[in-house]
């Protein structure tokens, strides 16, 4: 029956029901042929036999619908050749009631075989899965078992009692005890006896809650009779009937314990060479850059206490802007040891040291950080700067010798002297007084902090001794305490030295530094400084003196230019307002009166045409002279654009112009350029008059802090000399004129002509001799 059904499960799995029909076909055709040889023997019941074996074959390989299709054939099959006559389906001898009964025993024979091989499967598949799930149980306990004894952890049984009822083969291994003499004794035995007490309490607890619990850690003994540290997780399973016990997982950190001892006294030395090293450690977090540990040297050298470094901003103890700061963190972690050499950094109470400090990038608690030393290189850099100090002063006296007695300008001298003082002296600030012609000092100048030299002026202490050391001719020293508003923190020494020039004091270099400022060597090299300055200052004030005379004749020439001007400005509004209003009234009114009331005859529309044109004109001519007494363009946009203005009138009268400037939009002083476009408005009016050409070339441009304006053309020209004798007085006024607009300036004009060559006119002014400032280019 098993072979039978593993042959019909084999068949029925193929995939072509063609094949399971087929089986019903070849089925009946088998019994029918044997029946045909045995039909002269059979017995009349023998076709029924041999027909339903054929169905119950077909049935029971086929399934229920091959055996019903069995079951038709088999009857079509009898009645045609084993009843009379043969062949008939419809003959009078046919017996239907044998055909019915034989159809319904084929049915019946197909449905039982076909439940019984339903049922045959089920069984056998039922049978076959059973045998599955027993093999995977097997593997399953068998790969558990094998777990267990080769785990290198050691597994548990205890009941109820404390007695150990199995263990794992890894005992051995970890305890040198074999499994067969732990079990039966108690749990207790093997426990250290100063965990005793607290292993009793543990696992009472334990007993008395189902569940696993926290893992913890007991001392056990080795057969050898040393102790053994393991790690137990505990599973209390009493309730469990399979188990029926607490599950111990024990786990030997012996190991472990011992390379944590190993890592704590390494830590332990590590934190003395720390806590005992003259250069200042800390560990800073990358991320947040905050300060994460430090030891006592750099506690002590910052003013800090580890609490409150801890945590501290690295920003905060470092007197470097922050993206210095975040530059070097991120190459330090990039490059992983970085020596980023001298530093400033910042005490508690504001003050700096100097440092010079190497970082390296490491691993701590689980990430990336940055372990840097400090060294306090404070009086190394003192040592350093009192050196460079020495040999500046010597320096700075050579260079005061050659260049305060060259100059002969005051604020220059008086500049340079502060220079050579803040060069030498390491000071905060320094300021020069000068006294008036009363003999009282004031403050002149000053160099270095801004809130020190505005703190200073206002000390009772400072003017006092600026006022002694003018009258006594003396030095003197003072200490200044912390001055408010400042970022010095410390006391200032303050040193006044005279300036002596000619028997008299005219001035006192007063300077604000560390009180190295104080000593002997550093208030005689300001006094050689002083004394050189006096010198030159005096010198310099002869010389302001007579520069002074000269800008007063400047200033009055200026005044009387600024006048000429004014007046212009004044009769070029008279005008405006006056015969050019009118002018401009009358030309609307004849326009109106030449629209409203047209004159009848041509002779009258002429004459009023003409006098409306005379009208016209005359208000652009009026305009026209405004325009020239004051061109607005002028005052607006410079003098670039005010002669491009006259160039392009020029080409508008027909003129072929050609015009060159190097201004731009850039602004001349006011009185050069009033200057220079007079000039212009002049050289263009005499071509218009004179030339008798129609060829312009106008240039004006800015070269070595020289302004060069040029008018040429390609007219008649003249002999300048001559024209000098025979000009007509507006000619030779003209002419003048020009002139002397350039020489007031401080600058030159040069006539080029020749009969037959043209003419040009050229006029250069110097920046600075027009006493209003240099060119401001943009």
Not at 227 to 248: K, Y
Not at 324 to 344: S, W
Not at 467 to 487: F, M, Y
Request: glycine share 8%; proline share 4%.
């Amino acid at each position: 029956m098993g072979d039978l059904a593993k042959g019909t499960a084999g068949f029925v799995g193929r995939p072509s029901a063609a094949a399971r029909y087929g089986v019903a076909v070849l089925a009946v055709a088998l019994f029918v042929t044997i029946k045909l040889l045995l039909a002269q023997t059979s017995i009349l019941q023998s076709p029924f036999l041999l027909l339903s074996a054929a169905v119950m074959v077909a049935a029971w390989f086929g399934g229920l619908g091959p055996g019903l299709l069995a079951t038709a054939l088999a009857t079509v099959a009898g009645d045609y050749f084993f009843w009379s006559p043969f062949g008939s389906f419809t003959g009078p001898n046919l017996n239907a009631l044998p055909l019915a009964l034989f159809a319904l025993q084929g049915v019946l024979i197909s449905s039982l075989a076909q439940a019984l091989r339903s049922a045959t499967t089920r069984a056998e598949s039922s049978a076959l899965e059973a045998k599955s799930h027993q093999a995977a149980l097997q593997e399953s306990e068998r790969r558990f078992r094998s777990l267990v004894q080769n785990s290198s952890d050691v597994i548990t049984v205890v009941d109820a009692g404390g007695t150990i009822s199995y263990v794992s083969p890894a005992v051995e291994r970890v305890t040198g005890y074999p499994p067969e003499e732990l079990v039966g004794k108690s749990v207790f035995d093997h426990v250290h006896s100063d965990d005793l007490e607290q292993g009793r309490r543990m696992f009472a607890e334990i007993w008395s809650q189902p569940g696993i619990h926290p893992p913890f850690e007991f001392r056990v003994p080795h057969k050898d009779g040393s102790w053994r540290h393991s790690e137990f997780l505990i599973n209390n399973l009493l309730e469990d009937p399979s188990v029926g016990g607490v599950v111990i997982n024990q786990r030997d950190i012996t190991e472990r314990k011992e390379a944590e001892e190993a890592l704590s006294q390494s830590e332990e030395r590590y934190r003395a060479v720390v806590e005992q090293s003259a250069e200042g450690l800390y560990l800073v977090d990358t991320v947040t850059k905050r300060i994460l540990e430090t030891n006592p040297a750099l506690q002590s050298m910052l003013g800090y206490t580890a609490d409150e470094l801890r945590g501290i901003g690295l920003h905060e103890i470092v007197a470097h802007d922050r993206e210095t700061v975040e530059a070097n963190v991120e190459r330090t972690l990039r490059e992983g040891k970085r020596f980023i050499r001298e530093r400033k950094y910042l005490r508690k109470d504001g003050s700096v040291v100097e440092v010079e400090i190497a970082a390296s990038a490491i691993d701590y608690g689980g990430k990336r950080i940055i372990c840097a030393a400090i060294r306090d290189i404070t009086e190394r850099k003192g040592t350093e700067e009192a050196l460079r100090r020495s040999f500046g002063s010597l320096l700075a006296l050579y260079e005061a010798g050659q260049i305060l007695g060259s100059s002969l300008e005051r604020d220059e001298i008086g500049l340079r002297l502060l220079e050579f003082t803040e060069r030498i002296s390491g000071l905060e600030a320094a300021i020069l007084s000068l006294g008036d012609e009363q003999g009282r000092m004031s403050g002149w100048r000053g160099v270095g902090s801004e809130e020190v030299l505005a703190a200073v002026r206002e000390r009772p202490e400072v003017r006092s001794a600026v006022d002694e050391v003018s009258k006594g001719g003396r030095a003197r020293t003072i200490e200044l305490r912390r001055l408010p508003n400042t970022e010095a923190q410390t006391a200032l020494t303050g040193v006044f030295v005279p300036l002596r020039a000619r028997g008299r004091v005219v001035g006192v270099l007063g300077a604000y530094g560390p009180p190295g400022l104080a000593e002997k060597a550093s208030i005689e090299t300001l006094s050689s400084f002083a004394t050189q300055a006096a010198s030159a200052l005096e010198n310099a004030r002869l010389y302001e003196e007579l520069a002074e005379r000269e800008r007063e004749l400047r200033d009055l020439v200026e005044r009387m230019m600024a006048t000429q001007e004014e007046e212009r400005r004044r009769v070029a509004y008279e005008v405006h307002d006056g015969f050019t209003q009118t002018a401009a009234a009358a030309y609307r009114r004849l326009a109106l009166f030449a629209e409203h009331r047209p004159p009848r005859s041509a002779r009258d529309r002429e004459e009023l045409e003409d006098a409306i044109d005379l009208v016209r004109r005359t208000v652009g001519e009026a305009r026209r002279v405004i325009a020239n007494l004051r061109p607005t363009t002028l005052d607006d946009f410079g003098l670039a654009t005010a002669i491009r203005m006259q160039a392009e009138e020029l080409r508008a009268e027909g003129y072929e112009t050609i015009y060159e400037e190097t201004l731009g939009e850039a602004r001349l002083p006011a009185t050069l350029e009033t200057a220079l476009f007079r000039v212009a408005q002049e050289a263009l009016t005499n071509v218009r008059k004179h030339a008798q050409t129609d060829r312009v070339r106008i240039a004006v441009g800015l070269r070595d802090g020289t302004v060069r304006l040029e008018v040429s053309d390609r007219g008649r020209g003249f002999a300048p000399a001559e024209a000098k004798q025979e000009a007509g007085p507006g000619e030779r006024v003209g002419l003048s004129s020009m002139r002397e607009r350039i020489a007031l300036l401080g600058g030159a004009l040069e006539i080029r002509s020749e009969p037959g060559s043209g003419t040009s006119v050229v006029a250069e002014v110097p920046l600075v001799a027009t006493g209003e400032g240099v060119y401001d280019g943009k």
